[in-house]
Structure formats: structure tokens, C-alpha cells
């Protein structure tokens, strides 16, 4: 079975400062995909970085990075220059590189202040 | 371009009714899905199908059927509703080889069964 942990129910940061959500998972699989989505209070799923297992490179998309630690099975995202539209949920999530399902961690609801 | 629909976006069951949570894409898309997202918890999976003709179990399947009426269209029924189905219900769809990526959610149906 597949499970992830986020272990920061709750994380703060100023505007234009840089932080780091936590993500570990537990898979016995080799190939698989990692991914960030971004849950604003109005409900929609919005992909926010993804990355494949079998690059080594860490993905980037703008503001947003990961660092991903396969042996450590860790994937954290940083934001940096945060700003205030980044105020939402993000969930960590790992998918089988053959498979259909998503396993999501619990969660971290980030505000961001001014 | 409307994306994934979801209908209704709000509904109060009670306890034993039945209802018909409705899902429809119009990106041509191959796989749907449908999640639930309980308080502090990620999504989880309660049904998918991965074309048109098919359907299989998720993670969490019990007290529901679904019915994929046609390549755009997915429904998901409540034949008795429960107390604990109350969540909110996604619907996401993803076309063929993407390799993971290309979901795209629904705005999501929040449930309460009183």
C-alpha cells in the first residue's frame, strides 16, 4: 500500500518570503509520479509541480520547486517570493507510474501574510 | 471551454435518501474519477473508469454505484445516504497517456446527510 504523510497540518509566511511545505511517502514501487496541488477555499484542485521518479532532476515551475529525495522517499515544495493568492491548502500526492489512483497526504493549509 | 461539471454544487440528503451526484467533460477525455475529500483527510478514491464501457473500485466503494452513461458523462449514486457520506465529492477526468499528468478536477459537490 501506498501512504503520505504531511507532517505540518499548519505552516505561516510573510509576503515575498520563502517556504517549505514537508511531504514523506512510503511506496515499494520504483516508477511512480509525485505531484503538489493547491486547494484555494474555493474548492478547486489546481496542479501546482510534478515530478517522475526516474528523473533526478527537481522539478520547477516558476516560484514554485520541489526537492525530491527518492532514497529518503521525501518530495517537500518551496515557494519562494510568496505572495498572498498562494494562501490556499496544498496536498502532496503519489500515483504508480501504471496505475489510476492518486494517494494524497492530509494536507498543509499555508497563509500567507501581508 | 467549460472543463469538468459537477451537479449539483450543494445538497442536504437525509438519512436513506437516494440521489445522483453528476459528473460531465467535454475535453474528450478517456478516464473519470470520482473522490471524496473528508475533513483532514486527502482525497480518496471511490470509483474510476478507465473508458468508456468500464468501471472498477477504489479505495473507499462501499455505498456507492456509479454509471458511466457515455464517453463524457459519469455519475455517481447514493442509493441509501448514510451520515457518513457526508464529504465533498470530486469529479476529475484525464485523457490516455498522459503518464500521470492531465487530470483535470471538478469545482467539487459538497454532501451533508443529516
Known amino acids: 500500500a501506498q501512504t503520505v504523510t504531511q507532517s505540518q497540518p499548519e505552516m505561516s509566511v510573510q509576503e515575498a518570503e520563502t517556504v517549505t511545505l514537508s511531504c514523506t511517502y512510503d511506496?515499494?514501487?520504483?516508477?511512480?509520479?509525485l505531484f503538489w496541488y493547491k486547494q484555494p477555499p474555493s474548492r478547486q484542485m489546481i496542479l501546482v509541480i510534478r515530478?517522475?521518479?526516474?528523473?533526478?532532476q527537481n522539478a520547477t515551475e516558476n516560484r514554485f520547486s520541489v526537492n525530491f529525495q527518492k532514497a529518503a522517499k521525501s518530495f517537500s515544495l518551496k515557494i519562494s517570493d510568496s505572495q498572498l493568492g498562494d494562501t490556499a491548502m496544498y496536498f502532496c500526492?503519489?500515483?504508480?507510474?501504471?496505475?489510476?489512483?492518486?494517494?494524497f497526504g492530509t494536507g498543509t493549509s499555508l497563509t500567507v501574510i501581508p | 471551454n467549460a472543463g469538468v461539471t459537477q451537479t449539483p454544487k450543494f445538497q442536504v440528503l437525509k438519512t436513506g435518501q437516494s440521489m445522483t451526484l453528476q459528473c460531465a467533460q467535454d475535453?474528450?477525455?478517456?478516464?473519470m474519477y470520482w473522490y471524496r475529500q473528508d475533513p483532514g483527510m486527502g482525497l480518496r478514491l471511490i470509483y474510476y473508469?478507465?473508458?468508456?464501457?468500464?468501471?472498477d473500485k477504489g479505495e473507499v466503494p462501499n455505498g456507492y454505484n456509479v454509471s458511466r452513461l457515455n464517453k463524457r458523462e459519469f455519475s455517481l449514486r447514493l442509493e441509501s445516504a448514510a451520515p457518513s457520506q457526508t464529504s465533498v465529492y470530486f469529479c476529475?477526468?484525464?485523457?490516455?497517456?498522459?503518464?500521470?499528468?492531465?487530470?483535470?478536477f471538478g469545482s467539487g459537490t459538497r454532501l451533508t446527510v443529516v
Open positions: 476529475a477526468s484525464r485523457p490516455r497517456g498522459t503518464g500521470g499528468g492531465g487530470y483535470t
Open positions: 511506496t515499494s514501487e520504483s516508477n511512480y509520479y
Open positions: 515530478q517522475e521518479a526516474y528523473k533526478q
Open positions: 500526492a503519489f500515483m504508480k507510474q501504471t496505475g489510476n489512483q492518486f494517494y
Open positions: 475535453m474528450n477525455h478517456n478516464s
Open positions: 473508469s478507465a473508458s468508456e464501457g468500464t468501471t
